[in-house]
């Protein structure tokens, strides 16, 4: 059973469409969120949810617009699609949001926007 | 604010050689520390944590770390390469207390080789 999945694994599209990422966890983690891995493989936070609750927004872009309609799950849906959103990005889970936690990831999307 | 600077994007090491892996870490406050590796096309994965217990921690797969406060460091190695460790290696921190809330801030990545 993958503990982190993700859906799609690849995603091409053209620039000024609308997508979406689904993110699912079945490890009964409070907390979720959203990575930007860029093609330098800097990674970082965009999001954070914990029991369906935002508590972390890094200056992301509002077309950029997570959901988390339960514990388990964290989309990402991103409007209006630029170049510069073309990354790898990670969904991660963890038990609390105590910085002590390991946070668990996904296997990434990789999204191509031409 | 916190950072991480991890010495050296690229590392390559002979097989059965010591794996020394740099990071150097800036915080304002106690810092807890982490080693996360990443195989080809894959997700991250926690290799080991400091998390101000015994400041020599040991991880999967043979490697360690040593967090020194001193040189606000928390350097990663492993005794003898295999080759199946060759992969991308990110140290990243969080902060001690506050409202952190999980914010991981990761340092540029490693890339380990191994040779036959």
């Known amino acids: 059973d993958t503990a982190v999945s993700q859906t799609p694994k690849y995603l091409v599209t053209q620039m000024g469409n609308d997508k979406s990422i689904k993110c699912e966890q079945n490890?009964?983690?409070?907390?979720m969120y959203w990575y930007k891995q860029d093609s330098k493989k800097f990674l970082k936070i965009m999001f954070s949810y914990n029991n369906k609750e935002l508590i972390i927004n890094e200056t992301v872009p509002n077309r950029f617009s997570p959901k988390s309609p339960d514990k388990a799950h964290l989309n990402l849906h991103i409007n209006s699609l630029e170049l510069g959103d073309s990354a790898v990005y990670f969904c991660?889970?963890?038990?609390?949001?105590?910085?002590?936690?390991?946070?668990?990831f996904g296997p990434g999307t990789r999204l191509t926007v031409l | 604010a916190q950072s991480v600077t991890q010495l050296g994007s690229h590392v390559s090491v002979s097989e059965g050689a010591l794996v020394l892996l740099r990071c150097n870490y800036s915080?304002?406050?106690?810092?807890?520390l982490f080693w996360y590796v990443q195989y080809p096309n894959q997700g991250l994965q926690l290799l080991l944590k400091y998390t101000s217990a015994a400041t020599l921690v040991k991880g999967i797969n043979g490697f360690e770390a040593e967090f020194k406060k001193s040189e606000t460091s928390f350097h990663l190695t492993k005794p003898s390469a295999h080759m199946s460790d060759a992969a991308e290696y990110f140290c990243?921190?969080?902060?001690?207390?506050?409202?952190?809330?999980?914010?991981?801030?990761f340092g540029q990545g490693t890339i380990l080789t191994v040779h036959p």
């Open positions: 991660a889970s963890s038990p609390f949001v105590t910085s002590t936690d390991t946070q668990y």
């Open positions: 490890l009964g983690h409070d907390t």
């Open positions: 915080s304002s406050v106690p810092p807890y």
């Open positions: 990243a921190v969080n902060r001690a207390g506050g409202t952190s809330y999980g914010k991981l801030t």
